[in-house]
């Protein structure tokens, strides 16, 4: 894994310690889970503004049903 230094202020560390205590060694994984969290809303709202300017029309969405069925074997004849 890599290390980062990054320093917070005092009010951030404070309410860091309060939910995820140094003491407790959840803070490292609380820090990575909050990287995590905002890197996939960065990633979502990339996505919605990319939709906003070119939106889907109906065309783009065909669908071709017979794509999605199982082929169905042939039967044959019992004798």
Same mark, same amino acid.
């Given at each position: 894994?890599?290390?980062?230094?990054?320093?917070?202020?005092? /009010?951030?560390?404070?309410? &860091?310690?309060?939910? %995820?205590?140094?003491? $407790? +060694?959840? =803070?490292?994984?609380?820090? +990575?889970?909050?990287? +995590?969290?905002? &890197?996939?809303?960065?990633?979502? =709202?990339?996505? %919605?503004?990319?939709?906003?300017?070119?939106?889907?029309? $109906? $065309?783009?969405?065909? &669908? /071709?049903?017979?794509?999605?069925?199982?082929?169905?074997?042939?039967?044959? =004849? $019992?004798?």
């Amino acid at each position: 894994m890599k290390q980062l230094l990054v320093e917070v202020d005092d /009010d951030i560390a404070a309410s &860091l310690e309060h939910v %995820a205590p140094a003491r $407790s +060694r959840r =803070r490292s994984e609380f820090i +990575r889970m909050a990287i +995590r969290k905002a &890197l996939w809303e960065e990633q979502e =709202r990339a996505t %919605a503004e990319a939709y906003r300017r070119q939106p889907d029309s $109906s $065309s783009d969405a065909y &669908l /071709d049903p017979k794509a999605w069925e199982p082929k169905r074997k042939k039967q044959g =004849r $019992s004798t």
